[in-house]
């Protein structure tokens, strides 16, 4: 299975270099058109690939060449046909209004194996309330 969880680490990591670099085109070509994915902006649900392509306008940054995506911590378990995936993302950048900020959002990740080829079918992105209670 070492040889999966290592296709799963590629996937992902290209996933988030494809964020990065706002790739529209590739963000969510390993993900399963019938996605449900949960995001730290409202609706916070997503039923679907399209529906959560289309909240991009939202919060992509003006200037991607200051946006800051990358996991500085992943751990992936995978069987035969399913896997999952969990980890912490640092995430920033610098806001039209010059202001900048960072961010850490944990990460999840179920991938399902179908015709050879990993697909996430589950993502679920979510961050602390540091400092709230």
């Known amino acids: 299975m070492e040889h999966e969880e290592q296709a799963i680490q590629n996937i992902l990591q290209e996933w988030a270099t494809c964020t990065r670099l706002s790739m529209d085109d590739q963000i969510l070509r390993h ?4 996605l449900v994915m949960f ?11 399209e529906a959560y ?5 939202d919060w992509h940054l003006d200037n991607p060449q200051s946006m800051v995506f990358e996991f500085i ?8 046909h399913i896997a ?7 995430c920033g950048g ?13 990460a999840t990740f179920a991938l399902e ?4 080829r990993w697909q996430v079918v589950h993502q679920h992105m979510s961050m602390p309330l540091v400092g709230q209670g």
């Not at 999952?84 to 640092?90: D, E, H, W």
């Not at 610098?94 to 944990?106: A, D, I, M, P, T």
């Open 39 to 49: 995001d730290v902006l409202p609706p916070l649900k997503y039923e679907g690939v």
């Open 113 to 116: 194996k179908t015709d050879n």
């Open 53 to 57: 392509r289309q909240s991009w306008d």
């Open 73 to 80: 911590e992943l751990s992936i378990k995978a069987r035969e």
């Open 31 to 34: 993900h399963r058109d019938d």
């Open 94 to 106: 610098v806001l039209e209004n010059g202001q900048s900020f960072e961010n850490l959002v944990r």
């Open 84 to 90: 999952y995936a969990f980890g912490i993302i640092r």
